[in-house]
């Protein structure tokens, strides 16, 4: 698979961010701790069916301090919606403890100690530095490692080599908001079973031999976003 250069590299985020210039999480929180709920929860679960249950508990813990207060069998009867939701019931009131005791109740904006957190691991600390800290971390799930390898954009065998490969190429402007447009691009566009490559605006850049659309229609979609007026009508 030949690599992307620098200004396909460009081009790919580009037409990307043009695609959502206002990318965000479809998670639901209401601050950073909510947040770090939230995507501990998310873990083997979709945002959809973690939305679904968070609004509940949140209205009744929105701290460390009344999360833990509540206790693991009162969150477990919370979020039992959720795909193994005692342990991360657990998780949820161990990590509010030790962010009450060594913290002050307040979320570190510091990976590795995220990752001291229980049932925090590099995925979920990476999505919090980026989305309440704004740092320019990605966030490797399931999305984005196929993206990554299907387009050839950042091809590994591991969601740390994908990460690291996506680290190296992305260019500097794109990189704080780049997971939002990977993931949402994977969830909505680039699925795993029937990518929707017809509505993909990187169509004629990405690497995927099995495309779901004639290479005449990719031609005329590369033609399309070369010139001032494609852009404009992409944007409608």
């Not at 949140?58 to 477990?76: C, H, I, N, S």
Request: hydrophobic residues 45%.
């Amino acid at each position: 698979m030949r690599k992307f250069s620098k200004r396909e590299v460009a081009e790919f985020y580009r037409r990307l961010a043009e695609s959502r210039p206002i990318p965000r999480t479809e998670l639901e929180y209401i601050n950073p701790f909510t947040l770090l709920v939230a995507v501990v929860l998310s873990a083997q679960a979709t945002d959809v069916g973690v939305n679904k249950a968070t609004p509940a508990l949140f209205a009744l813990a929105d701290t460390p301090a009344k999360m833990a207060a509540l206790g693991e069998e009162r969150v477990a009867g919370l979020i039992r919606t959720i795909g193994l939701y005692r342990t991360k019931a657990k998780n949820v009131i161990g990590l509010s403890r030790i962010l009450v005791d060594k913290y002050g109740g307040e979320v570190p904006a510091d990976r590795d100690l995220l990752q001291e957190l229980p049932g925090v691991g590099r995925k979920t600390a990476n999505v919090v530095m980026n989305v309440a800290f704004e740092h320019p971390t990605i966030a490797v799930d399931t999305h984005i490692f196929r993206v990554g390898n299907r387009t050839g954009l950042a091809p590994g065998k591991t969601p740390a080599a994908v990460e690291a490969g996506l680290e190296a190429v992305t260019p500097a402007e794109y990189k704080l908001n780049a997971h939002h447009w990977l993931i949402l691009h994977g969830r909505h566009v680039c699925m795993a079973r029937k990518p929707d490559c017809p509505n993909c605006v990187v169509a004629e850049l990405c690497r995927y031999p099995a495309k779901t659309i004639p290479d005449a229609l990719v031609a005329a979609k590369a033609e399309a976003a070369s010139t001032p007026r494609g852009r404009s009508a992409a944007r409608r």
